[in-house]
């Protein structure tokens, strides 16, 4: 790799698994320093210890208490943070009339609240280890409402605009900071298994997920991942507040 995060300390949620776990092998192919999180702590022990990340931390994304711990033990573990990727991310299948009040609450918390409290927790270690970059991961659902996906469209659409805000923030205090969110259609990561189950077999549900997209595939992790890597490497600092749709088209019809 050409070492464009050379010298990057990057704290990773949902590392454990999929995007965030691809997030985190590219990250250190390309020279940065990692930490991923993740509330399956055996799980991101394990993953962190598989890519030779510096550390794996149990981690629940909703708790300003775990916050604060896992960003002081990453700070420290790294000697700062200069990358933050919101990665962690749940879904839930529910229209206006079936949704659950839970639920609705579970996704927002998870998806939407934990992007406030962990840029705010994790501000600090940013402004000392500037430039700096903030990438959330959204969705393409964030963009084009289903009526099923109720909870988990209002919280990637919230997530978007908060990342607009964050950047605006951080622009006008002149924070070399940058803050951009990625909207990923349905990729090859554990959060479509349950819709790739709902079809007999594999190749029948990856195929019914596939026909919204015009070039007719799911997203693979590392095409994501490539994303995120311009947007946390120094070629991006003067991209900010923008969102970035990695969606094989979909978003253009």
């Not at 940013?126 to 009526?147: D, F, M, N, R, Y």
């Not at 909870?151 to 908060?162: C, E, I």
């Not at 590392?222 to 120094?234: I, N």
């Amino acid at each position: 790799m050409s070492g464009r995060l050379a010298g990057k300390k990057a704290l990773i949620t949902g590392g454990a698994q999929g995007l965030g776990l691809a997030f985190g092998k590219r990250f250190i192919e390309e020279g940065a320093q990692v930490v991923l999180t993740d509330i399956q702590g055996g799980k991101v022990k394990e993953a962190a210890d598989e890519i030779g990340a510096a550390a794996g931390l149990q981690h629940d994304v909703t708790s300003p208490e775990d916050w604060a711990s896992v960003g002081a033990r990453a700070n420290a573990t790294m000697n700062g943070i200069s990358i933050l990727i919101h990665n962690a991310g749940i879904g839930s299948f529910g229209d206006i009339e079936t949704e659950t009040l839970e639920a609705y609450r579970k996704v927002m918390a998870v998806d939407t609240d934990s992007v406030f409290i962990g840029t705010q927790a994790c501000m600090p270690f940013l402004k000392e280890t500037q430039p700096a970059s903030i990438v959330v991961i959204s969705s393409v659902a964030g963009i084009k409402a289903q009526s099923s996906f109720l909870a988990y469209n209002t919280a990637k659409a919230a997530v978007a605009m908060m990342s607009k805000s964050i950047a605006v923030h951080c622009a006008k205090r002149k924070y070399d900071i940058n803050c951009n969110s990625v909207h990923p259609v349905f990729t090859k990561t554990p959060i479509i298994e349950p819709m790739v189950g709902m079809k007999a077999t594999r190749e029948e549900g990856e195929a019914a997920l596939s026909k919204y997209i015009p070039m007719k595939r799911l997203g693979e992790p590392e095409e994501v991942a490539s994303m995120v890597t311009y947007l946390a490497s120094d070629e991006a600092r003067f991209v900010t507040g923008s969102a970035f749709t990695i969606d094989g088209g979909m978003t253009a019809q």
